[in-house]
């Protein structure tokens, strides 16, 4: 396999129901990371370009879902799957979705602006990942 140009480090870390630091996937990561999968792969990009991968804590959990976009060193947070196409498009011009990318403030938990709430009875990642027909790694 080719080196990609990016690589798209999705957190999918999940705590404890209950845990106060919450998680990125009690937030819908999980799905999100399918998502971004699989529209990698639908554009032909997931060979070549742009590999969506899962990540463990990227400590930026007030923030979440979280994800890390390497090569390039910035975070998108807050993300949510309605974010998706806009994300690859914004890959595939060689550019970023300004709006999702976390400001200085955004990494330290007391100066953060407020993260998502977790969605409501969200289905499990295995189910999510059925329905988008999620490719192989
Ligand atoms: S749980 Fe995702 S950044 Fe910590």
Redesign the pocket.
Known sequence: MPQRQRYLFV?????PDGNP?????E?G?ETLHAALKQEVFQRGLAKTEVRACS???????W????IAVEPDGYFYGRVQLGDVKEIVDALQRGGRVERLVLPAADFDEKTAAPGLPPPPAAAGPSAAGAALGEPKP
């Open positions: 957190c999918v870390n999940r705590r630091k919450g998680s990125c996937a937030s990561s990540s463990s804590c990227l400590d930026l959990c923030v979440g879902p979280a």
